[in-house]
């Protein structure tokens, strides 16, 4: 069975410094991996995904995640976090053997001033 | 292509009501998924269609809750009767449910059951 876990529901970092959401995830087969963003009261965006190619993988906005299979991780990181960040993020999986999308609980991003 | 289409955007509606909410997935896309998020749990996985069957509906919390899906361009999820615990936001979401294939969401309905 697949599953996804966030480590963190809340995440706060001042403007101008590093942002890490982390992500770890379990699969029976080769899983797909991907990171949302919902905005408040908008619906949810594709960030980035990982499709078994490079293991660094890089999205929009700046972002970019590293799969690591040996930590069954897939963490997503910004160098330098701005304001429009703040959001919800979630990371995603699926197997390559169905279509079932299990998303983790989120991690909400506040950005300091 | 307009994205995939939810309506209505918001329903407001009394305990014990039925409770209808719509999906036009996006042209093309053969996997159609209704996810519920609340602030307690997140985004919850309800159901997934692929080529308009039922696949897996093991997210329904009860039998108040039913799916269907007629054809490929349209989709409902109905609630009945409606109880305020139901209240949350509904997404539906469809995709070309081949492999590393992303989904693609719509604007969520939010109900409100009171």
């Known amino acids: 069975a697949q599953s996804v876990t966030q480590l963190d529901s809340h995440v706060s970092v001042s403007e101008g410094t590093p942002v890490l959401l982390r992500c770890n995830y379990s699969?029976?087969?080769?899983?797909?991996l991907f990171w949302y963003v919902q905005h408040p009261n908008k619906g949810l965006q594709l960030l980035l995904k990982?499709?078994?190619?490079?293991?660094l993988v890089k999205g929009i906005n700046g972002f970019e995640a590293e799969f690591k299979k040996s930590e069954t991780s897939f963490h997503l990181t910004k160098p330098s976090a701005h304001m429009s960040d703040a959001a919800e993020y979630f990371c995603?999986?699926?197997?390559?053997?169905?279509?079932?999308?299990?998303f983790g609980k989120g991690t909400r991003l506040h950005i300091l001033p | 292509d307009a994205g995939v289409i939810q309506s209505p955007r918001h329903e407001v509606t009394e305990m014990g009501q039925e409770v209808t909410l719509r999906c036009k997935p996006i042209?093309?896309?053969?996997?159609l998924f209704w996810y519920r998020q609340t602030m307690m749990r997140g985004l919850e996985l309800l159901i997934y269609?692929?080529?308009?069957?039922?696949?897996?509906d093991s997210g329904m919390p009860e039998d108040r809750f039913s799916a269907k899906m007629p054809n490929a361009s349209f989709s409902t999820l109905k609630i009945q009767p409606s109880e305020p615990r139901d209240s949350a936001v509904y997404f539906c979401?469809?995709?070309?449910?081949?492999?590393?294939?992303?989904?693609?969401f719509g604007q969520g309905t939010r109900l409100t059951v009171v």
């Open positions: 269609f692929n080529n308009n069957v039922p696949i897996d």
């Open positions: 995603v999986v699926t197997q390559n053997r169905d279509d079932k999308i299990i």
């Open positions: 699969s029976s087969y080769s899983p797909s």
């Open positions: 042209s093309g896309h053969n996997s």
């Open positions: 990982y499709t078994s190619a490079a293991t």
């Open positions: 979401a469809s995709s070309r449910g081949l492999e590393n294939t992303e989904a693609f």
